[in-house]
């Protein structure tokens, strides 16, 4: 680009054998797109089913469950085999699926590739797919259309273009033709470039195209982001490595029972039977099953309020936030500026006292009359069906126009009777705007900006409506009024103009030997429950990084308003992050808490340099600018209603409010912390189910449906019971141990695991010795129905009280109760489940379990309320 912007467009014309007339010939466009490229932006591709498919079956858990199917098919088992061929399938379902949806999200960049230019060749205009275009076309562009490559402007008829795709500005940039002589400048301030992704808002004009795809400056932003790795292993690898572990945990009994099996000269068949059935029966299969239906119940309630997250493994990143980066704007303070005080006149004003009360008249307030009606004219609001809206989303301006209404001054009288005939768009390098509107058949220039640029600019100052050479005392009792707004936490502007008796051109300095006129202060409201939420990001142990447009004098008083610092010294701003040694900022970063006036680029190093002081971080962030930033993050929050920027950020929420951040972050501690118990409730009766089977088969008994209790035991009374714990996850604590799922669940649990599955597994084993007696269907019936509705009262274990505080588990469990006497009452028949002998027994039971769960419970500790 720097290549090109500092060239006359006749000189880049000709480099690239070109002719605005005519374009490219034919023959040579071929010879351009082989020499500097296609228009295309390479995308990675998404993952392919059949790579999911082999690194699933690759896991430790699958082989054996793919082998124990074989086995029943051997062994003509084809039932058996079915229940197993599905548990496989209904896996890969959940977990590859999942997976290569999830990669599909990058697809979403590919609207990058798409559209249609109006390009110049052989003399003819032409309308070409995007991807057509090579460097040296000629290309037209109109108002509404989208810019397909970085063009260097040819031609401009009041060219204005929204590039905030590419430079993150929000502004409208006027263009140009005119070269730019200067080897430091940012995007934002080339003026006679087009990039790609950006479009025309007004105006019309023509250029030549300078990069293509991969050398366009949107694509350097796409590799960027496409550059970040995921860090770690992913949640469905984690969850995997639990159930490997739990297989090879399977293995230790099994093994012993085999070579018993072997010593005692066992058919060969009979064993593989054994242990095929217990390997199905054992491995808690349905994990990742209960899992992704826990993960969608919480996902649904978690996007009723609002927040949607890309997924569960994002829910668990989250839960390990320690920082937040995030803009002032609606997470600390309201979407809404109001004008608090004005400066004019050597007086300071409060806009919202009694002092305007009667309004702003031209008489006898001809001093703030001119500076109000200055802020007007060099305005882009517009009322839209009685609604103000602005192009640029500049909260400044709005305030300005409704300050100006509660005061009497209509800005559309205003616009009618001073008509705009030009316009200098604000930008990074002068920071002001510039309109030219009709004053009395002559002309003026309407000047807003920062203080210091503006007053940069002024040779005379407005007393008293009379204009006056401006002094070096004026100038410093105007910073002093500035220092004095900003202190009291006031974003301020400054605003001027200059009288023409003609009109005069944009190629003349018209922002010059200005007239000042006054500043106006704003007040940004700070959310009620902004103080809220820094008290709680306190008790969470999260720190709260604030990004501000604000200067470092309004920023320190935000921050000490917050309470969040104490000095200046804790505020860092993008110009001194650009003169700063990387080994400086990373010997002070982490103590930084505002960054006032950055770009995309700080907000990538700021993130980075954060997680190599060992932070977890968050960082929100709504312009495709911002996805290198989101990606770099560990998590990326986005309230953006681009396509492209919600589908590749991982939380997705209508506001940013801090307070919502934080409850999200609380929330997600306590699904993290309830995800275990599910894990661990799963484990618990799988171990219970290997207990159950062992013994069964070291006193050779023959159990008929063990197969089919095994499917109901894990498919119903199982998951139904997770969905019962799931509910409670409002009352789970907000604090754990720690908040990442993987095996050291197991490990870490492993007493609390074999205590219950074992209880659980003999109680039923001495059940079915003890009403063998009266026949095995009736000891079938008692140990099934002890398994059973041990495992639904197990649930009681992992509440925090002494049932569940929500209703809504409680009725739950109830229900898996009843559904559990009903399966019991198909497979046994009401002469045995009805027996009174039968009943006394399971009572009995039951009633001493109960006991047990109610009272050693996983987790004792009080919850946080």
């Known amino acids: 680009m720097i290549e090109w912007y500092d060239k006359p467009w006749s000189e880049v014309v000709k480099n690239f054998g070109s002719n605005i007339y005519s374009g490219l010939d034919e023959e040579q466009v071929k010879p351009h797109r082989d020499k500097y490229g296609a228009n295309k932006i390479k995308m990675p591709r998404p993952p392919k089913l059949g790579k999911l498919i082999k690194n699933q079956i690759k896991n430790f858990w699958m082989i054996i469950l793919i082998l ?103 502004f409208i940039a006027e263009k140009y033709e005119t070269k730019i002589i200067d080897k430091e400048l940012k995007l934002s301030d080339m003026k006679n470039i087009l990039f790609k992704s950006s479009y025309v808002v007004d105006g019309s004009g023509t250029g030549i195209v300078i990069a293509t795809g991969m050398n366009t400056q949107i694509s350097n932003i796409i590799k960027l982001f496409l550059g970040e790795k995921e860090e770690g292993k992913s949640f469905n690898e984690r969850l995997n490595g639990i159930l490997n572990l739990f297989a090879l945990f399977i293995l230790t009994p099994l093994v012993a029972i085999l070579c018993i099996d072997f010593m005692q000269k066992e058919n060969i068949k009979y064993i593989l ?70 400066y004019s006149d050597e007086v300071l004003i409060d806009a919202l006292g009694s002092e305007l009360r009667q309004g702003i008249s031209e008489d006898k307030d001809v001093n703030i009359y001119r500076m109000t009606n200055i802020a007007l004219l060099c305005n882009d609001t517009k009322s839209i069906a009685g609604k103000l809206q602005n192009p640029k989303d500049d909260l400044m301006e709005i305030a300005l126009v409704k300050f100006a209404r509660e005061n009497g001054i209509d800005k559309r009288d205003l616009e009618r009777t001073h008509k705009r005939i030009k316009q200098i768009s604000f930008d990074t390098e002068r920071r002001m705007m510039t309109t030219l509107n009709v004053v009395d058949e002559n002309c003026r220039a309407n000047v807003k900006g920062a203080v210091d640029s503006i007053l940069a600019r002024c040779t005379y100052i407005m007393k008293d409506g009379l204009e006056v050479e401006i002094t070096d005392e004026d100038i410093e009792k105007i910073k002093q009024a500035d220092i004095e707004m900003s202190s009291e936490c006031l974003s301020v502007i400054a605003t001027a103009y200059r009288n023409f008796i003609y009109e005069p051109s944009l190629n003349e300095n018209i922002e010059s030997h200005l007239v000042f006129s006054g500043l106006f202060g704003f007040e940004n409201t700070i959310r009620e429950d902004a103080i809220e939420a820094i008290e709680k990001s306190e008790f969470l142990n ?239 019936a008692l140990s099934f129905g002890i398994l059973n509705l041990n495992t639904v009262i197990f649930t009681y274990s992992f509440s925090n009280k002494l049932f569940f505080k929500n209703k809504l588990s409680n009725f739950i469990v109830f229900i898996n109760f009843i559904i559990q006497w009903c399966v019991l009452y198909l497979i046994s028949g009401k002469n045995i489940i009805f027996n009174m002998e039968y009943l006394r027994i399971i009572g009995i039971v039951i009633v001493i379990w109960f006991i047990i769960c109610l009272f050693k419970k996983f987790d004792k500790e009080e919850i946080y309320d």
Do not use: W
């Open 68 to 170: 124990v199917s074989i086995v029943f098919v051997y062994l003509h088992q084809y039932i058996s085999a079915s229940i197993g061929f599905f548990i496989i399938i209904i896996n890969f379902l959940f977990v590859v699926l999942s997976e290569y949806n999830q990669g599909k999200s990058l697809k979403t960049l590919q609207r990058l590739n798409m559209g249609n230019a109006r390009v110049v060749r052989e003399g003819r205009t032409l309308k070409v797919p995007a991807e057509q275009l090579v460097v040296g076309d000629i290309v037209i562009v109109g108002k509404g259309e989208v810019i397909q490559a970085d063009l260097r402007v040819i031609e401009s008829d009041e060219l204005k273009t929204n590039e905030s795709a590419v430079t993150g500005k929000s």
């Open 273 to 342: 039977k054994f242990s095929s059935t217990m390997i199905l029966n054992s491995t808690p299969q349905t994990i990742i099953v209960i899992v992704s239906i826990v993960s969608a119940i919480l996902l649904k309630i978690a996007k009723k309020q609002f927040i949607v997250f890309k997924n569960l493994s994002v829910m668990e990143k989250l839960a390990q936030v320690s920082v937040i980066c995030t803009d002032k704007v609606g997470a600390f303070s309201t979407n809404k500026m109001k004008v608090a005080k004005i």
């Open 542 to 780: 999260i720190k709260p990084i604030i990004i501000t447009e604000d200067n470092k004098l309004t920023a320190l008083a935000l921050g000490k308003k917050l309470g969040t610092i104490s000095n200046i010294q804790q505020i860092l701003s993008g110009v001194e992050m650009d003169n700063m040694l990387d080994e400086e900022f990373k010997r002070i970063g982490d103590k930084i808490n505002i960054f006032s006036r950055i770009d995309s680029r700080h907000k990538v190093k700021i993130i980075r340099d954060l997680k190599e002081y060992g932070y977890t971080t968050a960082i929100t962030g709504s312009k495709l600018t911002d996805l290198p930033a989101l990606r770099v993050s560990d998590v990326g929050i986005t309230t953006s209603s681009s396509n492209i920027v919600k589908k590749l950020s991982d939380i997705f929420v209508n506001d940013i409010n801090f307070l919502q951040i934080l409850n999200s972050i609380e929330d997600s501690r306590k699904i993290i912390s309830l995800i275990k118990k599910i894990i661990l409730y799963v484990v618990t009766n799988s171990t219970a189910m290997i207990t159950f089977t062992s013994i069964m088969h070291l006193y050779k008994r023959e159990v008929p449906f063990i197969l089919e209790e095994g499917l109901i035991f894990s498919c119903i009374a199982m998951t139904l019971s997770c969905i019962a714990i799931t509910y409670q996850y409002k009352n789970e604590k907000n604090e754990c141990d720690g908040y990442i799922i993987d095996k050291t669940i197991i490990k870490d649990n492993m007493s609390f695991i074999i205590f219950n599955g074992v209880l659980m597994g003999a109680a039923a084993s001495l059940a079915f010795q003890f009403g063998y007696s009266k026949g095995v269907m009736f000891a079938q």
